[in-house]
Structure formats: structure tokens, C-alpha cells
């Protein structure tokens, strides 16, 4: 059984950083893309980064140059290093892997306030 558990999320002061880290079990973790995603009150759930299994990386328009995404096959984690936070990065965060369907982490929060 595939479980995600999200950390590091938290309130943070605009301009400022956080990294959030995903651990995975329950797959063969290397030969899986990871996904950070986010979802803010009202609005649509959206990517924010992804990351292949051989470490090719996409990004949402308005994270670019802010956020990297990175994956230790050897701890079975992704992390999502946020640098340059504004308020308008608040939201939910979710970490998802792919495998035949999807899953989905459970969240974690992150408040950006100006």
C-alpha cells in the first residue's frame, strides 16, 4: 500500500523560505515522478513542481526561479526547497506519486503572510 506523508509546512513571513519533504512507502520509490501540488481556498488544485524518476524537473509558471524541487531515491523522499515566498504561495500543499493511479499525500500548510 502507497503512502505519502507530507512535513515542513508552516507560517512564514513574505520574502522568507520553507522546505517541505515528502516520504514515500510502499513502492519501488526510484522508478516513480514526484509531484509537489498545491491548493489555496476557492481555487483549483495546481502543480507546483515535478520530478522524474531520472531527475528531470517541471515547474508551474509562477513558482519558477523560487522553488526547486529535488528527490533522494535512497531515503524514499522528495523535498520542495521555497525561497522568495509571497502571500499568494499560501495554501495546502500535497505530494503525489504516480503509479497506475494516483496518490496523494495528506497535506500540509503553508502560510505566507505580508
Known amino acids: 500500500q502507497v503512502q505519502l506523508v507530507e512535513s515542513g509546512g508552516g507560517l512564514v513571513q513574505s520574502g522568507g523560505s520553507l522546505r517541505l519533504s515528502c516520504a514515500a512507502s510502499g513502492t519501488i520509490f526510484s522508478l516513480r515522478a514526484m509531484a509537489w501540488y498545491r491548493q489555496a481556498p476557492g481555487k483549483q488544485r495546481e502543480l507546483v513542481a515535478l520530478?522524474?524518476?531520472?531527475?528531470?524537473?517541471v515547474y508551474g509558471d509562477s513558482v519558477k526561479g523560487r522553488f526547486t524541487i529535488s528527490r533522494d531515491n535512497g531515503k524514499n523522499t522528495v523535498a520542495l526547497q521555497m525561497n522568495s515566498l509571497k502571500p499568494e504561495d499560501t495554501a495546502v500543499y500535497y505530494c503525489?506519486?504516480?503509479?497506475?493511479?494516483?496518490?496523494w499525500g495528506q497535506g500540509t500548510q503553508v502560510t505566507v503572510s505580508s
Open positions: 503525489k506519486l504516480s503509479w497506475g493511479r494516483d496518490y
Open positions: 520530478i522524474t524518476s531520472v531527475g528531470s524537473t
